[in-house]
């Protein structure tokens, strides 16, 4: 049904689709009524005639036989009997032999004078007068001849054939020409319909490309609401994307250009003698390493958006993501010769294995770097209650009271950190449906180090 | 640091990248490499069939033939040359490819000309052209199979000389468990769950001195650290 609507009845435009399968319809519908009434109407004409041709036969043939004899005298022959008004009869007395006797030389002998009905009765039948067709209805009869001789005559009467047609008038009087009014007002009305119903799909088409309009419009048909909330709702969300985009492109330069004006102005200091060369340039090369910092974290920042936009979340094995983690950031561990330790339980949630590897990689690489050398660091995974828990410690000096508001918050730089780990991290964590939150390890009323919490599910 | 040593060491410098190719080369240069450059895939693995070089340096990202490709025939050619590969900054599976496919350590780009030659030293030093492996002072024999501490052979059994020798293959990286186990009990073998721990607990001992030192990662694995490199080796590299 699918299949055959799009091949046969695909409607490339609805107003077109429309017209044709309304008014389509209507011309059918009123060419038939019109057919179905002409051929009524031209049955009527027909017997009317037939009925007439007889009665001016049966006329005749009573004169023919009150004067005596087919010998009649050509006025009483062309006398058009009067068989309503304009109509016009002519006639033709024969032999039966075909032989002309009486009225109109023009018409031809009936050819079937064998087959025509006794008794008299007449025989139609089509025959033609100078060209032009005629319904002819003869009848044979025994007729007393003036010598009082009898002989059988063969009598015909005939009248145009194109009176059995129906003219305008005629149909005019069936009361056609209301029905054709009323095709036409109905023809109109259609019309009138449609362009009314694409008018309310061209209003929908302008509120769409109305920028300010945000809602879906009770002016809008409830067919076309689903289309516009969807429309809508990809616009802004479109349009969210490319303000959180503009923002954080914003935000990016502004960050990218402080470490530029501090490195004009190192060079400028050294190449006019203030300081010397010596001096500066290993601050120059600690600037450009900042502006790399930074540089390569709004990349992956940039990567990571791409994947949360594309990614889907199974639930996956955290404990094989944190030991590729470690694997990778190892000659870290072994650069600072920290202690580490893993505490593994079997722990499975909701994720994505390169984000996640991200995030817990971040996270790792936070720790160590906050670590004294000798220090220790570890990853505890944990599970319980509907809880899920990825656990990155560290030994680190702890977190201050001013920094934590803004510890999430993009460029927000921690100790020389280029700020944009930790908002990462967290981009990471709710794009998997977690929550990341760093904790201060309080012993004996002293910060022991850092706890950072990766969590999936309630917390507790 | 390599000047006035018996040989320069021939270094093969591939980067496409005219500027970075040209400091580059100008400060190996100066620290004592007899450099060659070049900056297509194709020119750098004739290079490498036509003569032997002590050292390559091989960007990733090359036109004509990608890196990793260039890495896979020299090493099915059965070249076993050292080679430090650089890649563009947070390419993590660029990195683990290209470990994959034979590079024997990976520094990212941009990264510390410190840093850097540190590990060409460090590379020469753990696998010479002989082919043998080194950590702080332990040497691996390859021919031998045998195990020195400088000159003094290092008694090790044969199970521990497995464990030294996975644990050499793989400097300042972490060697999980199973890996470890597997390179030590042949296959089939009932093996305990603390006896990798007692064999590293034993090699640790044996090792005292040689500013070679396992390091454990607990829940993960061993990791040999080479307590002879210069601080910047170490320098974290993220």
């Known amino acids: ?460 | 640091m390599l000047r006035g040593t018996m040989h320069r060491m021939k270094l093969l410098l591939v980067e496409d990248d005219f500027d970075l190719s040209a400091a580059l080369g100008q400060t190996l240069l100066q620290r004592g490499y007899d450099v060659m450059r070049c900056a297509d895939g194709h020119e750098a693995l004739g290079l490498l069939r036509k003569r032997p070089y002590d050292l390559v340096v091989l960007d990733l990202s090359l036109p004509g033939l990608d890196g990793i490709d260039v890495l896979q025939r020299l090493r099915d050619d059965g070249n076993r040359t050292p080679v430090l590969v650089l890649t563009a900054r947070g390419a993590v599976g660029e990195r683990i490819q290209g470990l994959n496919a034979g590079a024997d350590d990976y520094l990212a780009k941009p990264f510390d000309l410190d840093e850097l030659i540190a590990r060409l030293q460090a590379l020469t030093r753990r696998l010479g052209r002989d082919g043998d492996l080194r950590c702080g002072l332990v040497r691996h024999e390859a021919l031998s199979g045998a195990f020195y501490v400088q000159a003094i052979p290092l008694e090790l059994s044969p199970r521990e000389g497995d464990l030294l020798k996975a644990l050499m293959s793989a400097v300042d990286r972490v060697v999980p468990k199973e890996a470890l186990t597997s390179a030590v009990f042949a296959g089939g073998e009932a093996v305990q769950a603390d006896a990798i721990e007692v064999l590293v607990h034993r090699l640790r001992r044996k090792l005292v001195g040689t500013k070679a030192e396992i390091m454990t990662l607990r829940g993960v694995g061993y990791l040999l650290r080479d307590d002879a490199v210069g601080p910047a080796a170490h320098r974290a590299s993220r």
Not at chain 1, 55 to 64: E, R
Not at chain 1, 269 to 274: E, H, P, R
Not at chain 1, 332 to 351: Q, W
Request: with cysteine; proline share 5%.
């Open chain 1, 1 to 460: 049904m699918r299949r055959w609507l799009d091949s046969f009845l695909f409607a490339r435009s609805l107003r077109g689709f429309l017209l044709v399968w309304l008014l389509g319809g209507m011309v059918v519908a009123t060419i038939s009524i019109f057919a179905i009434e002409a051929w009524r109407v031209g049955n009527q004409l027909a017997s009317e005639q037939d009925e007439r041709l007889a009665g001016a036969l049966g006329t005749l043939v009573q004169a023919i036989a009150q004067q005596g004899g087919p010998s009649l005298p050509a006025p009483a022959l062309a006398l058009p009997l009067d068989t309503g008004g304009s109509v016009r009869i002519v006639f033709r007395v024969s032999a039966v032999n075909g032989e002309w006797l009486a009225g109109e030389r023009g018409l031809a002998p009936c050819p079937w004078v064998q087959s025509l009905p006794d008794a008299g009765r007449a025989g139609f039948y089509v025959g033609h007068l100078r060209g032009q067709l005629m319904r002819v209805s003869a009848a044979r009869r025994h007729a007393p001849a003036a010598d009082g001789v009898s002989q059988d005559i063969v009598i015909q009467a005939a009248a145009p054939w194109s009176e059995r047609i129906p003219g305008a008038a005629r149909l005019r009087e069936g009361g056609l020409s209301q029905a054709l009014v009323l095709a036409c007002a109905l023809a109109g009305w259609v019309s009138l319909g449609i362009a009314i119903v694409l008018y309310w799909i061209d209003r929908t088409r302008q509120t769409l490309s109305d920028p300010m309009h945000q809602s879906v419009d009770a002016a809008v048909p409830l067919e076309l609401r689903p289309v516009l909330s969807r429309v809508q709702a990809l616009l802004q969300e479109k349009q969210h994307w490319v303000d959180q985009q503009r923002r954080f492109l914003a935000d990016a330069s502004h960050q990218l250009r402080t470490p530029m004006a501090v490195l004009r102005t190192q060079l400028q200091s050294a190449m006019a003698g203030d300081v010397r060369a010596a001096d500066v340039l290993p601050q120059m090369l600690h600037t450009v390493d900042r502006a790399t910092g930074l540089a390569n974290q709004l990349l992956s920042l940039t990567k990571l958006e791409l994947l949360a936009q594309r990614s889907e979340l199974q639930v996956i094995d955290v404990r094989a993501v944190a030991r590729d983690a470690v694997l990778e950031l190892s000659p870290l561990i072994a650069a600072k010769r920290i202690e580490f330790s893993l505490d593994e339980a079997e722990l499975a949630a909701p994720a994505d294995a390169t984000m996640l590897g991200e995030l817990v990689r971040n996270l790792l690489a936070n720790a160590i770097h906050h670590a004294p050398d000798d220090g220790r660091v570890g990853i505890v995974l944990r599970s319980g209650a509907g809880r899920a828990e990825l656990i990155v410690w560290d030994e680190g000096p702890g977190i201050a009271d001013t920094q934590r508001p803004r510890l999430f918050h993009p460029f927000a730089a921690s100790q020389g950190g280029a700020g944009l780990g930790l908002s990462i991290c967290r981009q990471i964590a709710e794009a998997m449906g977690a929550q990341v939150e760093l904790f201060n390890r309080v012993d004996r009323g002293g910060v022991v180090g850092v706890d950072a919490v990766v969590a999936w599910g309630q917390a507790p």
